[in-house]
């Protein structure tokens, strides 16, 4: 089978919390093992609400990086990289635009909402109406079929499958040439076809060029497939063929199961977080300081973890017997809520210790850490560039 591609981005606005390990990066770390992955810091959509404050975004960038490496995401599996060093992306998002109707911008969801939201800035620019289809760019400049996102992210995967499809209705292929071409690759015959599968499978791969040619000798050695199937077999072969841009899904992650200091959602702007490599002392001390039940002013009274936040990480992070422990300890004030956070702690740090060992050589040599994403930009920059080589002449701007 044709590995399917995944790309997800992060805009590079703050260092990452646990929230966003548990959400984002833990699911990213899992799906390199299945797919291609491309990760990337999206600086230009920081940019887009960040416009004013231009120094932090560098440092945003390498921090996040790191944090993404710490959290196990790994440079030998999937491909790391930065939006703005990929400048095809602005060239796609450009061209997008020619053909993306203001109305479909305006009604995103988040476009009313975050103004709403951030409502001290201006985000009445030309930018942050467009930053739905900076992002559809992102993704079809790679073509990629699979977009891991946040429920919130949904209606932006959404509205680029809707300008894939106006884009394919001006520049591209037939409709549904994809489920053509695989029934013209029935039509063949089980065995033709597994090895039609086969050659094109190694060509898209691996570009192997011996297998195209031998495809290419297969199809032109079958009497009875129609003209239409034959048009179909060769431009499904070459993967790019007829098929310019790709309508990708996305792959809704769950919400984070780690809760905020303060009970709620852990979030930057409730200033209720553990950050992804924050020093073990500092986490200690926020841990012992975070509230508990209202009702424990003093050691002797009783409690509920219900009405408690750190009972939400010892449903995160504890057994059933250590929770057997605190339900019947609360009640009974039979242990101080210090007791009770100690476990709680272990547990964060232990999970947090490989994270810091990890993220060390890149700290302290950012050259590493700079070669491994220049490296990363340099991949995806060619695959990009083979997108844009095929946009460009269906939009009737290739000319040499
Ligand atoms: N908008 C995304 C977010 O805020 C970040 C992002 C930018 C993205 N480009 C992307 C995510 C492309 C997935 C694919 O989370
Ligand atoms: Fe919360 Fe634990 Fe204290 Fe009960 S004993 S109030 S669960 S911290």
Redesign the pocket.
């Known amino acids: 089978m044709y590995t399917q591609r995944v ?5 590079s606005t703050g260092a990452l919390h646990m929230g966003h390990y548990h959400g984002v990066l833990t699911n990213w770390v899992a799906l390199q093992h299945e797919y291609d992955c491309l990760f990337f810091v ?1 600086d230009w ?1 920081a940019l887009t609400t960040h416009y004013d404050t231009p120094d932090a975004i560098e440092h945003h960038v390498w921090e996040m990086l790191i944090d993404w490496l710490a959290a196990g995401v790994d440079p030998a599996r999937a491909t790391l990289f930065i939006q703005s060093r990929v400048p095809e992306h602005a060239e796609l998002h450009l061209l997008l635009s020619m053909i993306t109707p203001l109305g479909w911008l305006e009604r995103v969801p988040t476009y009313k909402e975050q103004q709403e939201k951030l409502h001290e800035k201006d985000l009445n620019t030309y930018g942050f109406l467009g930053y739905p289809l900076l ?1 559809a760019a ?2 079809l400049a790679y073509r990629a079929n699979l ?1 891991p ?2 429920e919130d ?1 949904v209606p ?1 995967i959404e509205f680029t499958r809707e300008i894939v499809r106006r884009f394919n209705h001006f520049y591209g292929r037939e409709p549904g040439f994809e489920q053509k071409a695989e029934n013209a690759i029935k039509k063949l015959g089980s065995k033709k076809a597994r090895l039609y599968d086969e050659l094109r499978t190694r060509y898209q791969e691996q570009g192997d060029d011996a297998a195209l040619e031998a495809a290419r000798a297969l199809l032109n050695e079958q009497q009875n497939v129609s003209l239409g199937d034959r048009e179909r077999l060769f431009g499904y072969l070459e993967g790019g063929g007829k098929m310019i841009l790709v309508e990708p899904q996305s792959l809704l992650t769950k919400a984070s199961r780690v809760p905020g200091l303060d009970g709620q959602k852990m979030s930057k702007s409730y200033h209720n977080t553990i950050g992804l490599r924050e020093a073990p002392a500092s986490v200690t001390k926020k841990i012992r300081t975070m509230p508990t039940d209202p009702a424990r002013v003093r050691r002797t009274d009783p409690g509920d973890p219900e009405k408690c936040p750190v009972w939400q990480f010892h449903l995160v992070y504890s057994d059933d017997g250590l929770r057997q422990w605190v339900r019947e300890g609360c009640h009974s004030a039979g242990i101080g809520c210090l007791d009770c956070k100690q476990p709680v702690i272990d547990a964060v740090l232990k999970e947090q210790a490989p994270m810091l060992e990890r993220a060390k050589p890149y700290q302290e040599d950012l050259a590493l850490l700079r070669s491994i994403v220049a490296d990363g930009c340099e991949k995806a920059r060619k695959l990009a560039t083979e997108t844009m080589r095929d946009v460009r002449q269906a939009m009737g701007l290739s000319y040499s």
């Open positions: 790309l997800s981005g992060m805009r999206a959509h992002q992102d993704i977009v996102v946040g992210q932006h």
